[in-house]
């Protein structure tokens, strides 16, 4: 019996690493005929003051958020998929994404981008998909090529 999966989840956050990933989630509903769930996390520690938390800077998040999940949505119907969610969830994205979200939602499939953090930023901050990797109730696939399976051309520097 072949693997199914019912309902997979894909981070996008507007980086060309999280577009790498929404189309392989794509790719990967079409064939198991599974529902798509969008996420885009708001960390609400960016919003934060010394006094207090910055709402017209969240508002202002949360409006881009929306419209960026609407244009995964339509992208997603011009590839065929009909069963598909989205939500914009607040908070720390690594628990969101890799412990909260697939055990309410039933997530059986996780696609991440891979990150560009260096070893340095990676000590400090760690990244969210080396923690989703860890602690996912789920499989987890860290998408780092193209739908050709090559990887993306590198800028100037990296």
């Known amino acids: 019996m072949l693997q199914q999966y019912n309902r997979i989840m894909v981070a996008v956050d ?8 929404f189309q392989k989630a794509v790719n990967v509903a079409k064939r198991n005929e599974s529902e798509l769930l969008l996420v885009h996390v708001i960390d609400t520690r960016a919003f934060q003051t010394v006094a207090s938390f910055d709402s017209a800077l969240a508002e202002q ?7 960026s999940l609407d244009e995964y949505i339509e992208k997603a119907h011009k590839h065929g998929l009909t069963s ?8 720390s994205p690594k628990m969101i994404i890799g412990k909260q979200l697939p055990k309410e939602k039933e997530v059986d499939l996780i696609l991440l981008g891979a990150t560009g953090l ?15 990797i860890r602690n996912a109730p789920c499989d987890v696939l860290i998408v780092r090529t193209d739908l050709d399976n090559q990887l993306p051309p590198k800028k100037k520097g990296e």
């Open 14 to 21: 507007g980086s060309k690493e999280a577009e790498l990933a």
């Open 61 to 67: 998040a949360t409006e881009m958020a929306q419209k």
């Open 84 to 91: 598909i969610t989205s939500t914009i969830e607040y908070g």
């Open 118 to 132: 260096n070893a340095v930023e990676r000590l400090f901050i760690g990244s969210v998909s080396d923690y989703v």
